[in-house]
Nanobody
Framework: VQLQAFGGGLVQAGGSLRLSCAASGRTFRSYAMGWFRQPPGKEREFVATINWSGDHTYYADSVKDRFTISRDNAKNTVYLQMHSLTPGDTAVYYC?????????????????WGQGTLVTVSS
């Protein structure tokens, strides 16, 4: 499966942004999807994951109650709605996919990655 993330940009602190990740192929619903981010000078970190059907999600503590992951299997797309953004959320955001029925939180468990989209939050 090929993934393409988009929707990043420059936003002021307190603002909102929605990222999208479009997947190729006819088996999108077979994949758990995740969002990760890599802040400048830091390692890539887990943000959120959603299972194949969309009824199970899991978030990093740092984004819980601010970010929402969702998916539209008819459109082969996963979303990350971000609210109350802070400069600490500045990072390149990546989507990832793994063929499983479970939610997946570990970076090394994902099989496919998108190219990343940059989110910059100004203070």
């Amino acid at each position: 499966v090929q993934l393409q993330a988009f929707g990043g940009g420059l936003v002021q602190a307190g603002g909102s942004l929605r990222l999208s990740c479009a997947a190729s192929g006819r088996t999108f619903r077979s994949y758990a999807m995740g969002w990760f981010r890599q802040p400048p000078g830091k390692e890539r970190e887990f943000v959120a994951t959603i299972n194949w059907s969309g009824d199970h999600t899991y978030y990093a503590d740092s984004v819980k109650d601010r970010f929402t992951i969702s998916r539209d299997n008819a459109k082969n797309t996963v979303y990350l709605q971000m609210h109350s953004l802070t400069p600490g959320d500045t990072a390149v955001y990546y989507c990832a996919a793994k063929r499983t029925i479970l939610v997946v939180t570990q970076l090394q468990d994902y099989d496919y990655w998108g190219q990343g989209t940059l989110v910059t939050v100004s203070s």
